[in-house]
């Protein structure tokens, strides 16, 4: 826990007296709660420990210490409210990792303190243990080839044909059945596992490719990079080995806020995938930090609208305009729009109108495993010469729903 007002107790004590601030809260403390190990960390912060029989307990505990210090301390004859801010983590008895537990406490007392909120829990413990159980069997998961990639086509608009399309992994995972990527690429980052885990896709996308175009579809393929992959160099050059070593065709789709972190060395590497052929995009686009100086700097040559802007195009007043200057700004900078998360007739029409370069979402097709991919592709091609390509498309994905 923290002084929060402790600058404003300083002024009024002085800074000699504001000194004895700390084993004034602690002996408070003490007496609400005897049974609690507690430690003066310095002028500002104390720590608390209890052991209880229940998880719970932690908040109970806390709203007594809350309420023991609404009552005013008397300091040289002034009286002075101390305002807590308190940062809390639990763990079971059995697995208790005492260093993680104060770093995690640490953590919910800095997000206590940015939110300007008197308390937050750290993610408990126990959901700790889900985070190294996961890894571990991600590990064996991508040596034993449990990872697949499924396929979703973008369709570029004016050409009306699939030009490209984004590979999202999932992981068939042995008791879980098909795991979908926002539950585990968090472990994977947090677990170092990512740089294996893009490499693996690496390699699968261009075996994937080379069996579209044995069957007669030349298409590039995307692949989602993880943003802290950027600052890894072991990472870009094995990425590079692997693609210059082949006569792949792909694209690395990337998020702005990867960039922001460390500009120099994630634009330097960005510059090295292009030398090697590797298409750019920037994902997510409206979605996180931007900045247009970057944006100018960025070696890419398409950006995608994020879905949120593009799913709610037609029902709301500001991203259509939001949508359409995102369109403008990327063409002034000689780059093609995607828009991602198309799912109605009515987006894609108004998208259309606005000059968007390429449409990608759940009204073209869901993603989908590379055989049922190539068998779309197909059936695609025979449709035409339809009317009004993308509304064949369009049928085509209705039909397809929930194969
Ligand atoms: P993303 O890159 O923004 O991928 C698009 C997500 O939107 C996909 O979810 C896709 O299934 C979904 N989507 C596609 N069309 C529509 C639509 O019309 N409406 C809606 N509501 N959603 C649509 P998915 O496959 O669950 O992937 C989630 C995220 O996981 C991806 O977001 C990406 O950030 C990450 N991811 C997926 N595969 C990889 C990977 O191989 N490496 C890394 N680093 N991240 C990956
Ligand atoms: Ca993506
Ligand atoms: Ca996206």
Partial sequence: MEIANFAVLRRRLGCERSALLSSLVSERIGRVAPMASIAILGRTQLSCCFRDTDA??????????????????????????????????????????????????ESALAEARIAYRAI??????????????????????????????????????RRQEITSAEALVRWRHPTRGLVMPNDFIPVAEECHLIDRMTLWTIRRAIADQRDLAARGHDLRLFINIAGQLLADDAFVREA???????????????TETSVIRDPASAIANLQTFADFGITIAIDDYGAGLSSLAYLKQLPARELKIDKLFVTQLTSSNRDPLIVRSTIDLAHALEMEVVAEGVETHAALALLTVMGCDMVQGFLISRPVVLESFIQYLDEGRHRAPAPDPLAAFAGFAANRRGR
């Fill in 240 to 254: 590079c080995d692997l693609v210059g070593g082949s006569d792949a065709r792909l694209g690395f789709e990337i």
């Fill in 120 to 157: 937050t829990h750290a993610v408990p413990a126990r959901a700790r243990l889900d985070t190294v159980r996961t890894a571990r069997e991600l590990d064996t998961a991508i040596e034993q080839d449990q990872l697949v990639l499924h396929y979703q086509p973008k369709v570029h608009v």
């Fill in 56 to 105: 719970e307990a932690i908040d109970k505990r806390i709203e007594a210490i809350e309420r023991a210090f609404q009552q005013p301390f008397i300091v040289d004859d002034q009286t002075m409210t101390v305002a807590l801010t308190f940062g809390g983590a639990t763990a079971p008895d059995a697995h208790v990792d005492e260093v993680a537990l104060v770093e995690q406490a």
